[in-house]
């Protein structure tokens, strides 16, 4: 018996707190217990607090009105995870309200939703009169009070009874006692226990009440909530919830109604039965508490939905919208949910149809059977129990023959049960079921082993659903059967028929659901329920709730008790305990018949084999050996397998020979192999014992047992299988026990045993133990301690026999083997690295590394073992109850077992040397990095050769393994051919630089004759390619998890998982480890990267930019000069796609700036004279130090001394990016090279934009010209005045500089028309104002002057090379500066040349030369040297302009950071020696890279962004580096560094192996933190000083201690703390200790300027393309390839060394003179007793002898051979720039006509909406214009643009002093760009235009309509479209010889409104069909009648 409530409360609204909240803040207001009873706890059940915060889950707060009472149940759970169920009846009470503010205050508070703004204060409810009289209308308002009932028994509707009777006499004033009905509550209803008969009660008002308890207490009650569920929700999301709930997700409802939440989960959870949750529950969480949703561990909980807005940041919790009827799981929930196993999930939907819609097989029949009206319709609760019923089938279906694998490991004193989890999943074949393992591994399986193993308890429907329901599906399923058979054409029966029987069944466990909750006896009884009248809540006089009087209530509650304390006789029916029946059993593990696949005939030949081997038959078992493996494929065989061996054993040694030894452990090791996660676990416990049995006898006294040839195998490191097999032979051995006891005492048994019932078959563990149990409590105490203390010696020995077992498997043969004879490791360890996972010369790899046994050293291997062995004896012993003293003994002992195993390892491992191996699979492992780990399993596999294979043909196929580690994917094995079998076959690239990886199938192996069905292919941005084909052995669930780990690798989470900052650096102080470390600090974040990202590929584009506040000008850190802006952040286009967090402005301090001042490229511009003190008019400022000028711009720049910071700030809107236009280099002439980004379209350049004409700018925005004036201005004041070149500095030849640029045209050529010769004077012959340039100062131009025409070019001061789109007019040369539209190789044409190169060099298959498709052909057609000549002609052209013309140049292409950053790096390399040594290119890769913003992470594709986007890799820095290795191959001894410097550049920047490529830009490395670190310790050290002192520092990273950390970033600086190495102090130490890097042939010279050939012909194909080193791999991991060990001369003398290209190291194997002497040097001196010098010191103190200079004089040949080449190109630059200039100069009016637009359309000049019937059209190139447009338009009339072009410049007349060579090339130049435009001319006049005009056209792959141009020619016979109506080349052609018909078609969706369906036409030809739409009917016919005619 217990009470139906325990406590009664009174909550009611806290004005106390209310006044204190509105003090703090405005904080909700809270509620306070007036009143509860009893008033002392309970013994049994303590009170619980914070009840009032559940009364009002929104809050508490007052209101205006009143509201009706509310009623509802939340769930509270105690420490004892005891449901405490509290009934809440919730009504509103009139109270006063103080008026202390004004009418104006009050008015804003009134919008508050949780707390009236005034403070209130209540007086006894007297109004103060404080207030103005005035306001009335908020002088009364209502406030919330709650009458609670506290009960641990749940019983909804009897606690709203009650609580509604106390209410009504409360409201009504009835004459009855409130104390009365509360003290009958507490004190007088008892309510029986379940099984109980009803209950009748009456609480003291007239009422009559009944309360049936449920009939059994583990069955839920729901009354009909799941039927509710399944109403709102649906089937599949139900489902769908079940499973989430099953697997241990967070839930969470959402719904306006308390009941509805409350229903809901109880609903939810009782679908889980039997399984019970154990996890946080909470139906209703107050809004005050919604904290508590971000908790880590799973739950079910309810909001009101009006608090769903503050719960947007939950992005791993499933959201169920009830009254929505809408489940939402986050895209970003990992793991996903899972669900139910296929069949299971079909079927379960199937049923729920079945019951929620009846009709529904029926519902398309013509003729339904009809259904006789049943005599009462199915209730809400019935539906409920049979939906309830359906999942109690499936949970019994799920876990068949689950007691099978119950494992019983002790009976007395207490039962303790464990699950063997691997074998019921491989038993039932659902090892791949990702729901069921999940809910193995879950707290409510656990719970559930625990509640229902035990064999002898009280059982409930579930247990008797369980053990009948194999029978109710053969049921079914034989009716089903014998319907299809015998009503075969007849289907609608047999769908009738076959549901029919599964739906009785349901029916009946329905019933038994509905019988169990006794609705039916609560009906009958007709209850009296006293409630108030309709209305009743709205008096307006109605008294507050009175006061109880405690003292009453106290007495009654004791009456009662006293009254109830006399036993009564309830007759409740319990469950009696009974055993509870197996269900149906699981196979055993051997008890196995034979399927289809292995036919008994092949498992008699594996047993026949079997036999012949024991039978020492040897000859006769090879014979059937290759049967016999294949026959172990399969599960079955392999069981038979460990059957047959255990057959043949006999004691506890079984001897064998040699060869039977070896068979034996072949069979072993391959039935290991083949086994699965299905029998993995069965097959190694099962072989197991038999590996301590099968032994062979090496030599006398030495014994070989078979453990020591098995122990590669990964099971036996898997704790879990020692575990579980442990348990079993433990019940093993219990059940022997008993039975042994049984046998004992047989003629003592007693007669209604539970064996008896058996006898014929012995007795299962939990039959034992349901016997033990049974007879539990007639068994003696003495007796039971006997009993508990055998099966503790039981567990005692079996730990102590599988301690053993496991030091067997655990510790290797070889362990004894000393480390000098063992293999040496192919690196060596730096001596700050102390720590290497790395794994040297075993034989295998071990499967755990984590485990340590890979370790060569025998002590720290037996220390390991122990460590595992003791983990391993504290669980099982701990679990099984042993005592702690025999633990302690176990403890003990091991040492000492594993050093006994040790001793006696080593004389068999000795012996066994001298016999021949067994063979078995033999995995070399391959060399780590320190750092490295693995992080999968090898796969076996063999290396396939590809179409790049010439020179190492016989190496490759190879057999190996391919390995997956945290930087690279390695494959190492040996060629198949056995005549090269000893050598060694590696392969290997960074994952970060894999481009695509491709399963491939079906692969032939000539040595095998076998085909392969499992293979990869996986191609690097390293150019290197790994193609493999997987071993049988290997399964395709392996393949799958290493393709998804390798993904995974490739694009992390976070920067910071790459591996250049998870292998080593640097710890930052003052911040701990962490184990991970999320991208986002925030939730919100996350899910705001989330959506933007989705947003994109979905193809919205972001409407609102977000914007970043940073500080913009620093001071020396002052705060007065720090002034804040707003720059707006902008969505990369293209391929980019990032935003900047939100983060607050760092504050930097003077020290800091001083530190970004000493970077290595600001001194760089020191040494250049670009600082203040150089005095030549440049500064070096802090504009940029917080980022807010420019984002991608380095913190400190160089600024022109005029202009100001303000002003430079002001520029960036400008231009592209905020990149703007700045110095990077100064020539000793002044001239400078500037780079930027180009203008941005509605900001042109004011200094290059054209000023003719009165309204050429009337539609841009000007503002910002004259600022972008005075800076260009600035910039140009600095640069060196325009001088004549002097002739006498190239004696012998007549050549003046104006050749090179300035040209003139004869007199007698004149333009061809009076305007354009009018334009060419007003804009051409402007005289420079700062100089003459008359008389002789001016270089000599034969029969041409200044006068002499119309058209003289004139040398520039400034020349801004940039695209051809911002060419739109004519220079002005007022400032003396020129545009020249360029053509370069942009990424766009990049990313397809390297990918057509890759596919060059790295072909996947041999390819057919006869095809065209040779190698040189594929590099010739992918373009890639053709760039790299463009990219070398372009930089040539800037440096002759800087060099030879003393004029500076501005780059402005693209954004400014890929082409624009190679010239500029080219250009800078060619003029400036010092950046041709390592220090000074160093500093060019910083300052032009690295400072300037090269989104390297971008172009690599290395962002975490882009895991899930198509960006393609683009090689701009490979490119430059490939133009380098040009010059380099050109120049040999202009550079100190060697092409190998340049390669290992080239492959690390994309390896992730340092963090120097990583970042897109120096504000990413800022806020990482990596900038601070590197401005403190200084990123450079002495003798990279720019000419001045300094102090050297040759610490690496590591050696730093301190960082300061970015206070912006919202992170810590890099996972793990570690901050990674730089690429150049990498090569810097190197550099120190070895001359890999070093170019001995290095000059030295300071002032040569580099001028290279760049056609294509003088290029050459980089070896970094085509070479690699399979011996050891890519040799540019120095620890790896040993690159950097010494050469040893003495092992090289007198020895023949043989050296195969592809395979060894060139440089190692022979090196060049330079590196042999020096190693002689140093040798020499070791002899000697000497200290070795470095051999740089050596190389240095070498004195060059001195040479006799040879005098030559200068000759016209050898000038002209320097300067010819760059002259003739930057030549064609420039000419063709200005060629394209001349396109647009002669204008053509338009031709306007009155147009009704029925359409809408765009005006063409004010991009305004252009609609209606006043519109005008030009009738020649269809642009559409207001009418007060026309007159404003200066667009030319594209229909003549081909004449116009055909116009062309003015010719240009070369002198007679220049060579002809170069006039040659203007010449052809000029013909060129001539023939050009008269193409143009020649297919574009009127007279070939039969027709033209817009159609849409459908694409012909993804069917999408886009409007073209369109322009029918009759004289050539084509129809060409455009994408505009401007275009001059074709978007494609139309061969009207193809055309077959032209016929009207179907009308189609368009996308655009007001389609006339009249409009569609389709053009037939011999390849395809073309779709096209007219916009009206006319137009299309008008389009067929021409398309007609000229067919005809």
Request: net charge neutral; aromatic share 10%.
């Amino acid at each position: 018996m217990s009470r139906l409530a325990d406590y009664f409360v009174i909550v009611g609204y806290d004005s106390d707190k209310e006044k204190t909240a509105s003090n703090v803040g405005g904080q909700p207001t809270c509620g306070k217990i007036v009143q509860r009873f009893p008033e002392k706890d309970w013994p049994d059940t303590p009170f619980i607090d914070g009840i009032e915060w559940f009364c009002q889950p929104l809050g508490w707060s007052l209101s205006y009105e009143k509201q009706e009472p509310k009623f509802f149940v939340s769930v509270l759970t105690d420490i004892d995870a005891n449901k405490h169920y509290c009934a809440c009846l919730s009504f509103h009470e009139t109270v006063a309200i103080t008026q202390t503010r004004s009418v104006d205050d009050e008015d804003e508070t009134i919008g508050s939703s949780r707390l009236l703004g005034a403070t209130p204060s209540s007086t006894d409810g007297i109004t103060s009169t404080s207030t103005p009289a005035a306001i009335t209308h908020h002088s009364v308002m209502y406030a919330p009070k709650c009458l609670v009932l506290i009960s641990r028994l749940d019983c909804a509707e009897t606690f709203k009874n009650c609580l509604g009777t106390i209410y009504t006499v409360y409201i009504e004033n009835l004459a009855y006692g409130l104390e009365t009905l509360i003290g009958n509550i507490l004190g007088c209803i008892q309510v029986p226990p379940a099984g109980g008969p009803q209950v009748r009660f009456s609480i003291g008002a007239g009422d009559k009440q009944s309360l049936q308890p449920p009939q059994s207490s583990s069955l839920p009650t729901t009354g009909s909530g799941v039927h509710f569920l399944f109403k709102q929700l649906g089937i599949k999301n139900v489902l769908i919830l079940l499973c989430a709930v099953m697997t241990e997700n967070k839930i969470l409802f959402l719904s306006k109604c308390y009941w509805h939440l409350t229903d809901s989960c109880r609903a939810l959870v009782a679908l889980m039965y039997p399984f019970r949750y154990t996890h946080v529950y909470i139906p209703i969480l107050p809004a005050p508490l919604t904290e508590v949703l971000s908790t880590p561990t799973p739950f079910i909980m309810g909001i009101h939905s009006s608090l769903q807005t503050e719960i947007t940041d939950l992005l791993d919790v499933i959201v169920v919208d009830l009254d929505g009827g809408l489940v939402t799981i986050p895209e970003s929930l990992t793991p996903p949910v899972p669900i139910l196993p296929s069949p299971l999930w079909e079927q379960t939907q199937d049923m729920l149809s079945m019951i929620l819609f009846p009709n529904l097989a029926q519902a398309d029949l013509a003729f339904p059977t009809l259904e006789r009206p049943s005599a009462m319709a199915k209730t809400d609760a019935q539906i409920d129990k049979e939906l309830r019923a359906i999942f109690m089938r499936l949970f019994a279906q799920l876990l068949q023959g689950y007691r099978s694998c119950l494992t019983i490991i002790r009976i007395h004193p207490k039962p303790v049960i464990t699950f063997h989890k691997a074998g019921f999943l491989g038993a039932r074949d659902l090892i791949e079921s990702e729901f069921l393992f999940r809910v193995l591994d879950s707290m409510f399986f656990t719970t559930f082993v625990n509640e229902r193993g035990p064999p002898w308890r009280s059982s409930d429907a579930w247990d008797e659903l369980y053990s009948s329901m194999n029978e109710l599906l053969k049921t079914e399923s034989q009716n089903r059967n014998l319907v299809s058979r015998t009503q075969r054409f007849k289907g609608y029966f047999i769908i009738s028929f076959s549901a029919f029987q599964i739906l009785t069944h349901i029916q009946e466990l329905g019933r038994v659901l509905y019988e169990n909750e006794g609705t039916i006896a609560h009906i009958n009884y007709a209850q009296k329920v006293l409630r108030p009248p309709d209305g009743a809540f709205q008096r307006i006089h109605q008294p507050a709730f009175p006061r109880i009087s405690s003292e009453k209530v106290e007495l009654i509650i004791q009456e009662g008790i006293r009254k109830n304390g006399v036993p009564q006789r309830f007759h409740v029916t319990r469950n009696q305990h009974r055993i509870i029946p197996m269900g149906p059993r699981l196979p055993e593990a051997l008890d196995v018949r034979p399927n289809v696949q292995n036919s008994a005939r092949r498992l008699e030949v594996l047993r026949i084999c079997v036999s012949y081997i024991f039978e020492n038959r040897i000859t006769d078992a090879r014979k059937l050996l290759p049967a016999v493996m294949r026959t172990l494929m399969h599960r079955d065989a392999r069981l038979i397998l460990c059957r047959e061996f255990f057959g043949y054993v006999h004691g506890n040694k079984a001897v064998l020979d040699h060869q039977q030894f070896e068979l034996v452990v072949r069979f072993m090791n391959k039935a290991l192999q083949k086994s699965s996660g299905i029998d993995e676990y069965t097959v190694a416990a099962a072989l197991l014992p038999m590996s301590t049995i099968f032994c062979r006898k090496l030599s006398t006294g030495v014994v070989q047992f078979a453990y020591t040839e098995i122990q590669d195998h990964a099971i036996w490191k898997n704790l879990q299988f020692w575990e579980s097999t442990f348990f079993q032979d433990v019940q093993g051995q219990i059940k022997a026990l008993y039975l042994l006891h049984r046998r004992q005492n047989e003629h003592q048994k007693e007669a209604n045993c539970v064996l008896d019932e058996v006898p014929l078959e012995e007795p299962t563990a939990l039959e034992i133990t349901a016997e033990q149990l049974r007879k539990s409590p007639s068994i003696e105490e003495e007796k039971k301690a006997e009993l508990a203390k055998s099966e503790e010696s039981t567990l005692y020995s079996q730990a102590i026999h599988f301690a053993n077992r496991m030091v067997s498997l655990l510790i290797p043969l070889d362990v004894n083997v000393d480390a000098a004879s063992k293999p040496k490791p192919a690196f060596r360890l730096e001596e700050n690295q102390s720590v290497s996972n790395s794994i040297m010369g075993s034989h295998s790899l071990s499967e755990h590394s984590d485990e340590g046994f890979e370790e060569n050293n025998a002590l720290e291997i037996g220390v390991t073992v122990g460590k595992t062995i003791s983990r391993f004896i504290d669980c099982v012993c701990t679990e099984g109850g042993v005592t702690s003293e025999h633990i302690r003994n176990l403890h003990d002992m091991v040492p000492g077992v594993v050093h006994m195993h040790i001793e006696s390892l080593e004389p068999v491992y000795l012996e066994a040397k001298r016999h021949p191996h067994v063979q078995k699979p033999k995995i070399q492992t391959p060399c780590l990095l320190p750092g490295e780990d693995l992080v999968t399993d090898h796969l076996r596999c063999f290396l396939m050769p590809d179409g790049r294979e010439d020179e190492t043909q016989c190496l490759i196929p190879a057999e190996g393994a391919l390995f997956l580690t945290n930087y690279r994917v390695i494959f190492k094995g040996s060629p198949c051919d056995p005549l090269f079998c000893e050598q060694v076959i590696v392969r290997t690239f960074p994952i970060a630089s894999l481009l695509k990886e491709k399963k491939i199938s079906v692969l032939y192996l000539a040595h095998l004759d076998q085909t392969l069905t499992e293979g990869l292919q996986l191609r690097s941005s390293s150019f290197q390619l790994i193609k493999v084909a997987f071993d049988p052995e290997v399964t395709p669930e392996q393949i799958e998890s290493f393709r998804k780990i390798l993904s995974k690798a490739r694009h992390p989470f976070d920067e910071f998982e790459y591996f250049a900052f998870q292998s080593y650096g640097t710890m930052l102080q003052g911040v701990a480890p962490l184990k991970t470390k999320e991208k986002y600090s925030t939730l919100k974040g996350f899910a705001k990267k989330t959506l933007l990202r989705g947003a994109k590929k979905a193809g919205f584009k972001q409407k609102q930019q977000t914007k970043r506040k940073l500080v913009s000008d620093y001071e020396y850190g002052s705060a007065d000069a720090q002034e804040t802006q707003s720059i707006d952040d902008e969505l990369e286009d293209g391929d980019e796609f990032e935003t900047q967090n939100n983060a607050m402005p760092r504050l930097l301090t003077t020290k800091d700036v001083e530190r970004m001042r000493e970077r290595s490229y600001v001194q760089d511009w020191k040494r250049l004279g670009f600082d203040a003190e150089s005095q030549r008019g440049f500064r070096i400022s802090n504009v940029n130090t917080s980022y807010a000028t420019c984002r991608s711009y380095p913190a400190i720049i160089v600024a022109p001394v005029q202009c100001s910071d303000a002003a430079i700030m002001h520029l960036g809107r400008c231009f592209k990016g905020q990149r703007i236009p700045l110095p990077t280099w100064r020539h000793a002439n002044g001239a400078l090279l500037i780079r930027g980004g180009q203008p941005n379209s509605k900001s042109v350049i004011g200094m290059l934009k054209n000023t003719t004409g009165s309204t050429t700018n009337a539609h841009h925005d000007v503002t910002h010209y004259p600022e972008q004036d005075k800076y260009f201005l600035a910039l140009i004041n600095t640069m060196p005045k325009l001088t004549p070149l002097a002739l006498n500095q190239y004696s012998g030849m007549n050549l003046s500089m104006s050749s090179l640029i300035g040209h003139g045209c004869s007199e007698d050529r004149q333009p061809l028309t009076p305007e354009l010769s009018r334009k060419h004077k007003n804009n051409l012959d402007i005289s420079d104002g700062n100089k003459s340039c008359q008389g002789g100062k001016t270089g000599t131009m034969k029969g041409n002057s200044k006068n002499s025409s119309a058209h003289h070019f004139r040398k520039m001061r400034l020349y801004a090379l940039g695209e051809k789109s911002q060419a739109k007019s004519n220079m002005n040369v007022d400032f003396c500066a020129d545009f020249i539209p360029v053509d370069y190789p942009d990424i766009r044409q990049s990313r397809p040349a390297f990918k057509k190169l890759i596919r060059a060099c790295m072909p996947s298959h041999n390819t057919n030369e006869t095809d065209g498709q040779s190698f040189a052909k594929m590099v010739e057609q992918s373009d890639w040297l053709q760039q790299i000549s463009s990219l070398m002609q372009l930089s040539g052209a800037v440096v002759d302009l800087i060099d030879l013309q003393e004029s500076s140049v501005m780059l402005s292409l693209e954004d400014g950071s890929d082409v624009t950053a190679q010239l500029s790096s080219i250009a800078q390399l060619c003029l400036d020696p010092y950046y041709r040594s390592l220090d000074g290119f160093r500093v060019l890769v910083e300052k032009e890279w690295l400072a300037f913003g090269h989104r390297f992470a971008h172009r690599s594709n290395l962002k975490p962004s882009h895991a899930n986007t198509n960006i393609a890799f683009a090689p701009t820095f490979l490119q430059f580096l490939d133009v380098v290795h040009q010059l380099q191959r050109q120049f040999p001894m202009a550079f100190e560094f060697n092409d190998f410097y340049l390669r290992f550049l080239a492959y690390h920047s994309v390896s992730c192996r340092f963090r120097t490529f990583l970042f897109d830009c120096e504000l990413e490395r800022s806020d990482s933190g990596i900038a601070a670190m590197e401005d403190k310790r200084g990123s450079l050290n002495a003798k990279h000083m720019f000419g001045v002192g300094g102090m050297a520092t040759n610490g690496s990273d590591d050696e730093c201690s301190v960082y300061p950390l970015d206070i912006r970033s919202q992170r810590a600086p890099a996972p793990l703390n570690r901050i990674g190495h730089s690429i150049f102090d990498y090569i810097e130490r190197q550099h120190n200790k070895t001359p890999i890097f070093y170019n001995f042939l290095y000059s030295g010279d300071k002032s040569m300027t580099l001028r290279p050939q760049n056609n294509v012909a003088a290029l050459d194909l980089w070896c970094y393309y085509t070479n690699e080193e399979l011996a050891q791999g890519a040799p540019y991991d120095l620890e790896v390839t040993t690159v950097d060990d010494e050469i040893d001369l003495s092992e090289t003398k007198g020895k023949r060394m043989v050296i195969t290209a592809g395979y060894d190291n060139m440089e190692k194997c022979n090196p060049n003179a330079y590196v042999c002497l020096l190693s002689e040097v140093k040798q020499a001196e070791t002899e000697r007793g000497h200290l070795p010098q470095k051999w740089l010191q050596v190389w240095n103190s070498l004195e060059v002898p001195q040479l006799e200079p040879v005098a030559r004089n200068a000759s016209l040949g050898n000038i002209f051979v320097q300067t010819h080449q760059h002259k003739r190109s930057t030549l064609e630059i420039i000419m063709k720039g200005r060629l394209a200039g001349y396109q647009d100069k002669y204008f053509h009016p338009h031709r306007f006509e009155k147009h009704p637009y029925t359409t809408p359309t765009n005006c063409n000049h004010c991009t305004k909406l252009l609609w209606g019937p006043v519109g005008y059209r030009c009738m020649d190139c269809g642009n559409s214009y207001h009418e007060k447009c026309t007159e404003h338009s200066m667009k030319n009339c594209t229909k003549y643009k081909a004449i116009d072009g055909a116009v062309g410049p003015p010719n240009v007349n070369m002198s007679q002093g220049d060579t002809a060579s170069i006039a040659s090339s203007a010449a052809t130049t000029a013909r060129t760009s001539s023939h050009h435009f008269y193409n143009q001319f020649s297919s574009n006049v009127a007279e070939n235009r039969t027709h033209e005009g817009h159609l849409y056209k459908r694409g012909a792959l993804l069917k999408g309509w886009k409007q073209r141009w369109f322009v029918l020619d009759s004289i050539k016979h084509q129809l060409r479209y455009y994408d505009t109506s401007e275009d001059t080349a074709p978007k494609g052609i139309i061969e009207l010889a193809e055309v077959q018909s032209v016929t009207v078609a179907q009308p189609a969706q368009i996308g655009a409104k007001g389609v006339d369906e009249k409009g569609f036409f389709d053009l037939k030809t011999s390849k395809r069909i073309y779709n096209f739409y007219a916009i009206n009917a006319n137009l299309a016919q008008e389009w067929i009648e021409k398309l007609q005619a000229c067919l005809q």
